[in-house]
């Protein structure tokens, strides 16, 4: 049974127009993720969500915004996309707290973006 | 910075043993993580190493050293299925996951 679920599989977007990829979960864990995985590189953690309290790292463009309307699911808008951001978005959970570093992440089987 | 050193390609003969390298310098650690990735799909979690040593899982093992920031995933009687993107990861926090650029082995019948 997927647990994680991200849809679509691949989604096409021309230049400028605004895209959103969804993340949905069945674990009901409380952490989830968003990442950026160009070809041959590592994913690259663009924010992530602890409960309601929204984490953006430093180096995440304006560009990149998420939402979280309740547990179980959680978007990420790309408001212009450039040419630049066509990848792979991972989206993960993990079941953070409770005094144990053992946070394995599960991930999504991700969203493929192209920008035309 | 963080840096997250592996080798970016592998080969191996199906049935022999291979291991994957990772060493790393980070502004903390709480744990080291090792993730299969098929060409096209997720990464799933494979092992998990907090504590020195050696932790062994079925034809997969892990071993770290906390001292040398070294570790390694051993994988024995390779399969045609093995062949993937191996993605050593480092918990900087019990919520943060920092990825190598990871390791594509190739398995040859």
């Known amino acids: 049974d997927a647990m994680v679920i991200q849809n679509p599989r691949y989604q096409v977007t021309q230049f400028g127009k605004p895209v959103t990829l969804s993340c949905s979960q069945t674990?009901?864990?409380?952490?989830m993720y968003w990442y950026q995985q160009k070809s041959s590189q590592a994913p690259k953690l663009l924010f992530h969500?602890?409960?309601?309290?929204?984490?953006n790292e430093a180096d995440t463009p304006d560009n990149f915004q998420s939402r979280r309307p309740n547990t179980s699911f959680c978007f990420l808008d790309i408001r212009s996309p450039g040419l630049g951001d066509a990848a792979m978005y991972l989206c993960?959970?993990?079941?953070?707290?409770?005094?144990?570093?053992?946070?394995?992440?599960?991930f999504g089987a991700g969203t493929r973006l192209s920008v035309l | 910075g963080q840096n997250i050193d592996q080798p970016t390609e592998m080969t191996a003969t199906e049935g022999a043993i291979v291991q994957i390298n990772c060493t790393y310098q980070?502004?903390?650690?709480?744990?080291l993580f090792w993730y299969q990735q098929h060409a096209g799909e997720a990464p799933t979690f494979l092992s998990y190493n907090v504590l020195d040593g050696l932790e062994e899982k079925g034809r997969f093992s892990s071993f770290l050293s906390r001292s040398k920031g070294y570790s390694y995933l051993l994988l024995k009687e390779l399969q045609m299925k093995d062949s993937a993107s191996y993605l050593c990861?480092?918990?900087?926090?019990?919520?943060?996951?920092?990825f190598g650029t990871g390791t594509r082995l190739q398995v040859f019948p």
């Open positions: 969500y602890y409960d309601k309290d929204f984490n």
């Open positions: 990861a480092v918990s900087l926090d019990t919520d943060k996951l920092i």
């Open positions: 993960a959970t993990s079941a953070a707290g409770g005094g144990t570093a053992k946070n394995i992440q599960y």
């Open positions: 674990l009901n864990h409380n952490v």
């Open positions: 980070t502004s903390g650690f709480n744990g």
